[in-house]
């Protein structure tokens, strides 16, 4: 810093200023506009419904619509719905953690002939198209009768999701071999090791597992549009279209509004867990 | 790829410490081998058996359906052979819905990985409140599909919308966003707006590059952007070329046309403009609109086979061209 006096252009702190004042203003700007879709989503739920219609864009509601919310809330049965959300995200995302950590063990710590083979299958499913599989998988749980049944959830989360199986796989590799050979020689069991000795080690991935998989099925449209009855379904399905008047027309506001409520749980939880979450965003980006 | 790569990564501790030390330790060797092997499949036999029932079973079944007129009412379908490939071969339609597709994808994938990597690069350098500049520039990345959806509907409508808002404050006329031609940049933009998850990723392989090889170039004179192109980047080009086929196969599958349409159901899937009538809009339509299921199997399982051969010759083309950064040290 002290260095100016050594050096014959002055311009160079001055640079550096105009540097960071570029970099902030590029920084704030683009957040801005990262930002803007979700607050005019706040903005449009707590406008009244003749701001809409207005030609002139109304930037800001006249008052602000507060009871939009409660509106929205009461027009359809929304804490049902909520509730049949968190059941399925629930039950998915507790089967599947426990079903993808039992599958990685396998892949971390045991071998076979063709294990090679396996693993290489498992991560080139994840690159396979899920909405191909996901059309003749509706036709065939039609033709079983688990059409408008929560079973298909619990089919997917017991066989286990090659993303998942990934990380814990990562994080199994990297335990010390010790941990087991002590417990091997004692005599227990794979099951025993994997349920008392590995699994209390994992709580950062179980718990970073738990997190995605709930918002993968939270946030999930076409299974549960597919799948299940309009009172059966969960709440990005209501979400997205029981918020129509009798004219046929959308509701905008009290569907802006809705849909905030139906977001705000997701960012809590990403904000909460962000730890894990990004963790596990960052080691599927191939390590 | 990929996969070599980390599969030799699983394989390292095992080789290198099994062999000089669990192995003359342990004589009764035969049966423990053996309990292994049994357990190793014990415990991969959900995802096997899952894998091949909820994917190797769907997708055969699907394949037998190309080759009928099945349309899950109608008693009487058939066998057609070919017949649906035949006519999917010379139906305009699907061509177009393709070429779209195809379109949406070469221009959406890359420019999100540019954005992602910009974004990547800004919130990596040494700056106030970094961590809340990540966290809220990769918050729209967890917004879900159908909140997506929604406030991209809001943010562009004809009359209440924000772009024609800010459009008409600048003096410009308003636009129909959300019909054609217009309606397939907001589907870009919808991309566009999840970039931060290309950012998390890449910050972490922006992390890993080594500080020595930034203060050789810096030393050698090199200016940021050359740092950048010829460093970053070549460390980085194994995460984006990953990036670039999920990206790839992501985009061809999305419903967010069909989530941006007026009637956002798959009644609705009529309502969706014809510049985001994707190929994907389209099997969903001869699913739900008119229920020819074996039409509709056909045209999956051609999507199918063209993400094969797309995924393979992207990584033919590009394997001279991404840097693997093989660890001297772990190779030993």
Request: proline content about 6%.
């Amino acid at each position: 810093m002290t260095a100016t006096s050594l050096n014959p252009k002055p311009p160079l702190r001055v640079r550096i200023r105009v540097n960071r004042l570029v970099l902030y203003t590029v920084l704030v700007v683009v957040t801005g506009l990262f930002l803007g879709p979700f607050g005019w989503l706040v903005l449009t739920g707590l406008k009244a419904p003749d701001e809409l219609a207005a030609a002139p864009v109304h930037w800001l509601p006249d008052t602000f619509q507060w009871h939009n919310f409660a509106d929205a809330y009461q027009l359809i049965d929304f804490l049902g719905y909520a509730r049949n959300s968190l059941i399925i995200a629930s039950i998915y995302a507790v089967l599947v953690t426990l079903s993808s950590a039992w599958v990685g063990f396998g892949f971390a710590r045991l071998d076979a002939p063709g294990k090679k083979t396996l693993f290489g299958i498992l991560l080139g499913s994840m690159m396979l198209p899920q909405m191909i599989t996901l059309l003749p998988t509706y036709l065939i749980f039609a033709k079983l009768g688990m059409v408008d049944t929560y079973w298909p959830w619990v089919l997917w989360g017991l066989s286990s999701a090659p993303y998942l199986v990934f990380l814990f796989r990562q994080f199994f590799a990297g335990l010390p071999r010790e941990l087991e050979e002590a417990a091997i020689v004692d005599g227990c069991g794979y099951a025993q090791i994997f349920w008392r000795i590995f699994l209390p080690q994992s709580w950062p991935v179980l718990s970073a597992s738990f997190v995605i998989a709930f918002t993968w099925t939270w946030g999930d449209y076409i299974a549960p549009q597919l799948l299940l009855s309009t009172d059966k379904t969960t709440l990005s399905v209501a979400v997205m279209t029981t918020y129509i008047s009798s004219a046929g027309t959308p509701i905008a506001n009290l569907q802006a509004a809705a849909s905030v409520m139906y977001v705000i749980p997701i960012l809590l939880i990403f904000l909460v867990a962000q730890r894990g979450f990004v963790a596990g965003m960052s080691t599927s980006g191939l390590k | 790829m990929s996969v070599d790569q980390i599969s030799s990564v699983a394989d390292r501790p095992r080789s290198s410490a099994d062999a000089g030390r669990t192995r003359p330790a342990r004589r009764p060797g035969a049966s423990m081998t053996a309990r292994r092997h049994r357990a190793f499949y014990v415990f991969t036999s959900p995802w096997i058996i899952g894998f091949l029932l909820l994917t190797i079973a769907p997708m055969g079944y699907a394949l037998w359906l190309s080759f009928t007129t099945f349309d899950g009412i109608s008693p009487n379908w058939h066998y057609v052979g070919l017949g649906n490939y035949r006519e999917l071969m010379n139906d305009s339609v699907t061509w177009d819905a393709l070429g779209r597709a195809g379109l949406f994808a070469v221009i959406s994938v890359p420019l999100s990985i540019i954005a992602g990597l910009g974004l990547a690069v800004l919130v990596n350098r040494p700056i106030r409140a970094r961590g809340v500049f990540r966290t809220l520039l990769y918050l729209p990345a967890v917004v879900p599909p159908v909140g997506a959806g929604i406030a991209f509907k809001n943010v562009f409508d004809q009359n209440s919308g924000a772009a024609n808002g800010a459009l008409t404050f600048f003096g410009f006329d308003a636009v129909g966003w959300l019909a054609d031609p217009y309606a397939r940049y907001v589907l870009v933009m919808t991309v566009l707006w999840a970039a931060g998850n290309i950012m998390i990723i890449s910050l972490a392989g922006l992390q890993d590059v080594p500080r020595e090889l930034h203060e050789a170039a810096r030393i050698d004179g090199a200016s940021a952007w050359r740092t950048f192109r010829s460093i970053t980047v070549p460390l980085l080009s194994p995460v984006l070329l990953f990036q670039t086929v999920t990206g790839m196969i992501a985009s061809v599958q999305t419903i967010m046309p069909m989530l941006l349409a007026p009637l956002s159901t798959p009644a609705g899937l009529t309502t969706v403009p014809q510049s985001n009538y994707t190929y994907m809009i389209h099997v969903f339509s001869q699913y739900f609109a008119l229920g020819r299921y074996g039409y509709a199997s056909a045209l999956l399982w051609v999507l199918f086979v063209l993400i094969l051969i797309a995924t393979g010759l992207i990584f033919k083309f590009t394997s001279g061209v991404v840097f693997y950064n093989v660890d001297p040290e772990a190779k030993k």
